[in-house]
């Protein structure tokens, strides 16, 4: 039996716990930012139940508080819920040509982003999209990637998380911006769970207010992103044709097609005489059917690979599609190291949980020179249920290099040969498009940046490591004008602002 006396004191103690959140929760901001959300010692006190719960279901004498339920009327400084995480690189997370694979990079990405997220909704979260990301420089072997976060904007129960990435050269001790991206995450309560029960419902975080005018910044540019984000969302509501043309694209899982070959018959030999497939002269690039690029990978959801609600994080499956997205590069590229150059935008549809099945479908879409798009659609299934549900579709731009570094041309050029293929085919060029023209601003495009991670101001670049690539090429499957030599300059860019717990 408890000592009556110990029971008192803890009683008091409590009491007096209360007390201290009611009085921190009556001031949610001072004017300097430290707020009891802002402080660590403040970010551990939860509301403690009444005393006469003190016997319930935490044990004799030990009450359980329950998390807070609603902090949408607190306001926390931006600069508040930064989260910045160091990682380095090793074997494990590179490609042959010892650089950091475009998966891990975006896996890390989703981890420091949902940290943020996280830690100011006092909640799990989960990855509702990603923006694209263009990785201006790889990071190679060794070397130490710093990763940097900030939730820039809360939007009821979503918010915007800004993350940019540095590498740093342990031989030099001198870093570089490697690439930046913009991620929404949705707070949910656990009621439910990974257990089953109740699904787990929308939870409304505190707001973050900019503190100065670099932050102001910060925070408006959220709003215009988000409100980009919403018009493309209604541009396809609004156009069933093109919503029908976007859904007819989509690549159905190997094992669910109807009627077909389980697999298509392997690119053949370079040089060989059913390499022309009768369409192209001789001294001409190989030309193949983008169906012989199919790369397909499943993929059973783990506990490892969730959150504590059972719902897959982001960065695996981005890992997963990246991985696929090589797989059908590498059929083109044939033994050349593969890049990747960037990652469109992705915006996951729906939910994968643990147990669910997933089908990762990926294909090429047009060849640029030494570049290749590769378009990545999503597909899970419930066992216990049954059905195909769609979780997403994305394009990735891989870069076909030797063993030097430097772009190579693909030596082969995709001929589309259905309806869906010429869709494709148009938009990735008009994609293309859009990725140099985004690059081009970013490169001319120099700010003072505020680091995250504490270390001084220092004037931002985009280096951007893989010009020669990306503009290789006529805007059709021409091949570029020939292989340059890699741009060495080295540029110093802090974090801009800009996932334990993120989920697909």
């Not at 600069?79 to 090793?90: A, D, E, G, L, N």
């Not at 419902?201 to 505190?206: A, G, H, N, S, V």
């Not at 094992?255 to 001294?283: D, F, I, M, V």
Request: glycine residues 10%; neutral net charge; hydrophobic residues 40%.
């Amino acid at each position: 039996m408890a000592d009556p006396g110990a029971l008192i004191a803890l009683m008091n103690q409590v009491e007096a716990l209360a007390a201290r959140v009611k009085d921190l929760e009556s001031k949610p901001s001072n004017g300097n930012g430290m707020d009891f959300l802002q402080r660590h010692e403040g970010l551990s006190l939860r509301r403690p139940p009444s005393l006469q719960s003190l016997a319930g279901a935490g044990g004799p004498g030990m009450p359980r508080a329950p998390s807070y339920t609603n902090l949408s009327h607190v306001e926390v400084p931006m600069p508040s819920t930064r989260v910045v995480m160091t990682q380095i690189v090793s074997p494990a997370d590179t490609t042959g040509a010892g650089i950091c694979s475009g998966g891990t990079v975006l896996s890390w990405i989703d981890v420091a982003a949902g940290l943020a997220a996280k830690t100011l909704a006092r909640a799990p979260v989960v990855t509702a999209s990603l923006d694209t990301v263009h990785f201006l420089r790889p990071c190679r072997l060794q070397s130490i990637v710093t990763i940097a976060a900030m939730v820039n904007r809360v939007f009821a129960s979503s918010m915007e998380v800004g993350v940019q990435v540095e590498e740093e050269d342990l031989s030099t001790g001198s870093r570089h911006h490697c690439c930046s991206a913009y991620l929404t995450f949705v707070a949910l309560s656990r009621r439910g769970g990974a257990g089953g029960g109740a699904p787990p419902q929308k939870k409304l975080p505190p707001k973050v207010v900019p503190t100065d005018s670099y932050y102001q910044e910060i925070f408006d540019e959220a709003a215009a992103r988000r409100e980009a984000r919403l018009a493309d969302r209604e541009r396809l509501r609004s156009d069933p044709d093109a919503a029908a043309a976007e859904a007819g694209c989509r690549l159905l899982p190997v094992a669910h097609r109807p009627s077909r070959a389980t697999l298509e018959a392997p690119l053949p030999s370079l040089g060989s005489a059913t390499c022309l497939e009768g369409r192209s002269p001789p001294g001409a690039r190989c030309v193949v059917r983008p169906a012989r690029t199919a790369a397909h990978m499943t993929q059973l959801i783990m506990p490892q690979h969730a959150n504590s609600l059972g719902i897959a994080f982001g960065g695996a499956v981005m890992r997963w599609m990246e991985q696929c997205a090589f797989v059908a590069a590498a059929r083109v590229a044939r033994g050349a190291y593969l890049l990747t150059a960037s990652m469109d935008s992705i915006a996951f549809a729906a939910p994968t949980r643990v147990g669910d099945i997933m089908y990762i479908e990926a294909q090429a879409t047009a060849i640029f020179g030494s570049s290749v798009e590769v378009m990545i659609s999503v597909w899970a299934e419930t066992p216990e249920a049954g059905g195909l549900f769609e979780c997403g579709d994305a394009y990735a731009t891989v870069v076909s290099m030797n063993e030097s570094g430097v772009p190579q041309d693909i030596p082969f050029e995709l001929a589309p040969d259905t309806p869906e293929d010429h869709t494709r085919h148009a938009g990735a060029i008009r994609r293309r498009r859009d990725r140099l023209q985004m690059r081009e601003a970013m490169r001319q495009t120099k700010r003072k940046r505020k680091a995250l991670d504490g270390m001084t101001d220092r004037w931002g670049s985009t280096d951007d490591f893989l010009s020669h690539a990306l503009h290789a090429g006529s805007g059709n499957d021409s091949p570029g004008s020939g292989p340059a030599s890699r741009a060495r300059t080295e540029h110093e860019a802090g974090p801009e602002g800009g996932e334990e717990e993120g989920g697909a």
